[in-house]
């Protein structure tokens, strides 16, 4: 049964398996103690540090242990803004940050901060130079993934490291996604990544703060881990943590290239075998591990759990799969179409046949879940029609519906004629334009209507 | 090697190592997902809150899993006073609260609240109406520990909540000491839990949010565990802690009168064999574990080292055993010594030879560090004597030198004269009234000197 989602949760790393139960015996005490218990329990964390800080490319006391990558976020974006308040109260972040970043920066704007989103380009990937141009005499910080969550596209983080450095802004590169692969290269000032994204347990985050970068840890004061991390130390997941950092690092080259190699099997596969999709990202500046791709006329949620079904595990950006019916930040800063989205994300370890079974597979359950909601043959051919314009009337239809609609009334307009598509999902706002360019139309643009929003198509072939 | 500090961690209970196993296998994938693997770490998930619920007494929708105890006290208390800001910035808790809760309170004062410490008794012990008149029209929050972390005292949490509830302040509890040993009674509105201080792994904390209750969560939204606790979910952690919650309790009756036997052993076996010693806190509401007693002339660290060398693993409230070099805010507060503090608390299983050979092994102990640091005999007969006063130099001397100087010059004044002692240690602020009291002599003040300051002492007899 394929588990194709390791950048939610990696399944735990033997090494980690081994150390945590080595650990369970030897570091429950408080390594602040002096007794013997506690002076082991002080030894595990030390070596732990030093693991993980040489993992990272740090000194080993610029490396503290949160409780989560999500933590390690907050507070290190929290603790690097306090700390140049002097400074101004601007915050830049790339649009397709994970939500902890962005979430930070809403609370930061709700306590009367400003914060610039960098924008991306249709593979997910920051410009340099745009980034450059959203740092103010007033940023406090900026902040940049090392590579983005859903569709593995790398960040030039060392060039952006150099253009902050250039005007005395610390970078903060959240490393959750890449820090199995590699060092984050560059000089940047912060660093957060999460163990159970490179088959650590959970429960313990990294927060790198370089020596020299202004720093004030917010809430109330703790003396453990430099005051940067509240509460007992969690030692035998801290401890399980490093040493599987250690372990993935030291399969790391090798196992990229394979799964560098299965993910492009994937995504020409996707591409050849599907209709009517869209792989997204970076297919060369990218995660060895992650591909996404959309199809059109599909709705996620079913698509994931047919998925499922035929034994594979992967995740969704689309809106129908999420508790808040928004679509995918990610894709929706990209530009690419939402619906019917897949990720897959290969843990170490996958074997290639399990990844052609996928694309056996996926075929014929994408073509099923079109079917049953009635989507146009991809080959359908256009009927000429006289009809100028259209109106489709897909008000309280989610995702993919509007769509699956509207290409079934286009070929019932003239080339030249319109389809306005009425619809009051979110999803549409963004799947009628990426509709249009996958299919050769022209997306005219939306305008308010009674209800929902018209949004105008024009037919060109 | 007898490990009696179950009270700062215990060792991991064999059920909680079990389902910890059993669920790094089964529980390590995220529960938002909707393959079968997420389905399953949910259906984990769900389980434990039923079972930490069902162990508290509250509905399982009002119990939330933070990443330790301290965390869910910071959560706790931010979030009530945030949702109550309208009525008022007031906090009220008890002068011997874990450092936790007073850390927050020192954020609320500095952030512009005000909050009001209840005094304690000699025992350690917060008294319902004063209390109670602590309690204001602005008083967003109170809070109160159910049973004190270094002197074993319950505090009457129900009679407290009651009177909370009859002005309409929500009451706080912070149970990280007595949760393991029984439900937190009366109708208190918060409460808080540490896994580790039961037997659970680290890693885990409990915070219960009663219905009804208003809370508004500080910092990033995030929407795992009800909004209260971001980040990734340390589901095996999480699942054995709650395992483990249920099996301590299975045990809990007859341990409980065992170690409470085992403690009176101490309380009258330290208070027999060792001169010049202070056992501190409530005799008889107290927790079962826990027992605290000071010994004059003696210094904590090299108590500690020796008691170790002799396979004990203890811990002090004493100022030299702190990274701070302040003596214990709980002794403060209840104003009994803090020299030579030794605090035992026994894990569950504690063997009754253990704690016999403690007793066996204590009293030479003392007596050696003592004759090391050169303290007068107990038994030493003050001398007549007719300089009707004396000044000790102690400037520079850490805790104990100071009381020691005091002890060895007080029979060199007669009857009616005083013994001014020149002090730069902040223990000795404590320790010499507290001598005074112990050794029945009068206390009569203390005022700035040109370095540190002189403490006032009248021999008496």
């Known amino acids: 049964m ?26 429950w005490a408080d390594p602040s103690r002096l ?25 080993p006391d610029e490396l503290v242990f949160t409780s989560s990558g999500t933590r390690a976020v907050h507070t290190g974006i929290s603790g690097a803004l306090a700390a140049r308040r002097r400074v101004g109260r601007h915050l830049v972040v ?35 130079g745009a980034y450059a141009r ?33 005007v005395g802004v610390p970078l903060l590169v959240d490393a959750a996604q890449s820090l199995g692969w590699g060092r984050v290269e560059g000089d940047w000032s912060l660093l957060t990544a999460s163990a159970h994204k490179w088959g650590g347990p959970a429960g313990v985050g990294l927060l790198v703060v370089r020596k020299g970068v202004r720093f004030a840890a917010q809430g109330p004061a703790d003396e453990r881990e430099s005051g940067r991390a509240a509460g007992f130390e969690n030692l035998p997941a801290i401890v399980a943590a490093a040493a599987s950092l ?30 009517d999709v869209e792989v997204a990202g970076d297919p060369v500046r ?11 006329y599909v709705d996620g949620e079913t698509l994931l759990h047919e998925l499922d079904r035929a034994g594979f595990s992967v995740s969704s950006g689309s809106s129908c799969t999420s508790s808040t019916l928004t679509p995918s930040h990610v894709l929706r800063a990209m530009g690419v179409l939402t619906e019917g989205n897949v990720r897959v994300s290969l843990p170490p370890g996958t074997a290639a046949q399990d990844v052609d079974r996928f694309l056996e597979v996926l075929p014929g359950t994408v073509a099923a879940v079109r079917e049953r909601l009635g989507a146009p043959a991809a080959s359908s ?33 003239p080339v030249g004629g319109t389809v306005t598509v009425l ?4 999803a549409a706002r963004l799947d009628i334009p990426a509709w249009c360019g996958m299919r050769g139309q022209e997306y005219v643009g939306e305008r308010p209507a009674e209800r929902g929003v018209a949004y105008v198509v024009r037919r060109l072939s």
């Open 286 to 296: 990218r995660l060895p591990h992650v591909v996404t791709f959309s199809c059109l």
């Open 246 to 275: 250690r372990a993935v690092r030291a399969e790391a080259a090798g196992e990229a290239v394979r799964l560098r190699a299965l993910v492009d099997r994937i995504r020409s596969g996707v591409a050849e075998a599907v209709p």
């Open 381 to 413: 051919p256009a009927e000429p029609s006289d009809a100028p314009s259209l109106v489709v009337d897909s008000l309280g239809k989610r995702c993919p519906i509007p769509v699956i609609e509207l290409a079934k009334v286009i070929g019932d307009v």
């Open 35 to 59: 007794y013997r218990e506690g002076r082991r329990a002080r030894l595990l964390l030390d070596a732990a540090r030093e693991a993980a800080a040489e993992a990272v490319g740090c000194r």
């Open 94 to 128: 790339s649009a397709v940050e994970h939500s902890s970043v962005l979430h930070s920066a809403a609370e930061h704007e709700a306590a009367g901060g400003t914060t610039t989103q960098v924008t991306v380009d249709r593979a997910g990937r920051v410009d340099p």
């Open 423 to 426: 619809s009051d999902d979110e």
């Open 134 to 166: 959203a740092l103010r005499e007033d940023t406090a910080l900026a902040c940049l993934q090392s590579a983005n969550h859903e569709v593995g596209t790398e960040q030039p983080v060392a060039e952006i490291a150099q253009e902050c450095r250039a």
């Open 2 to 27: 394929p588990y194709f989602d390791a950048a939610s949760s990696a399944p735990l790393h033997p090494v980690a398996r081994q150390a945590l139960l080595a650990s369970l015996d030897e570091g």
